[in-house]
């Protein structure tokens, strides 16, 4: 809820892109001007695509959840499937796909269930995280060349165990899990 008190936004002086690898990231290099009036000439900035997640639960009750090696941690952690959202693709379509590519489940009822920022102070992209009820294996996985990615099956109670031992590391995936234990 915004108010007439909030912090106001900081101008812009100057942008300058410092490295571009589209669409996967872009950085770039504002200088800017706060409120106060302090500058700060070298405030860096990720320009990413939204990205797309999903809290997938079957038929049986059981989440499906993936592991995967990722290598900014150097370790492999519980996460929801996701990816980027393409251009051009509706959101809930892009979360479908990624769904089916990388479990091979997919049906069900869907319906967007929130969004949240990897980090706002940095980043430009928002993670659009979708519910989807009552899925079923559809499929064999479809990955990527570069995915190495295992399918698990937990019960509510394992995921929640999981989730409090602190199985899943990947914040934007984290919150999500908490919210749908917290309000079923």
């Known amino acids: 809820m915004k ?20 669409p996967y990231m872009i950085m770039r290099e504002d200088s800017v001007r706060l409120p106060n009036g302090a500058n700060i000439s070298d405030y860096f900035v990720f320009e990413y695509p939204d990205w797309v997640t999903v809290l ?7 989440l499906v ?35 089916l590519e990388e479990t091979g489940f997919g049906g069900g009822d869907w319906r967007y269930f929130m969004k949240v920022c990897a980090n706002p102070g940095t980043h430009t992209n928002w993670c659009h995280i979708f519910l989807a009820l009552g899925v079923e294996q559809q499929e064999v996985q479809q990955l990527d060349h570069t995915e190495d990615i295992q399918v698990r099956l937990l019960s509510r109670s394992e995921t929640l165990d999981m989730l409090q031992s602190g199985g899943v590391a990947q914040a934007m995936h984290a919150a999500p899990l908490w ?3 917290a309000e079923n």
Do not use: C, M
């Open 179 to 181: 919210r749908f234990f």
């Open 56 to 62: 997938a639960v079957t038929t049986t009750g059981q």
């Open 65 to 99: 959840l993936i592991r995967q090696y990722r290598h900014g941690i150097g370790d492999v952690h519980f996460e929801l499937p996701a990816g980027v959202a393409d251009p051009g693709e509706a959101l809930l379509e892009s979360a479908k796909r990624e769904l």
């Open 3 to 22: 108010n007439e008190h909030d912090p106001k936004p900081w101008q812009v002086e100057s942008r300058r892109y410092v490295y571009n690898r589209a």
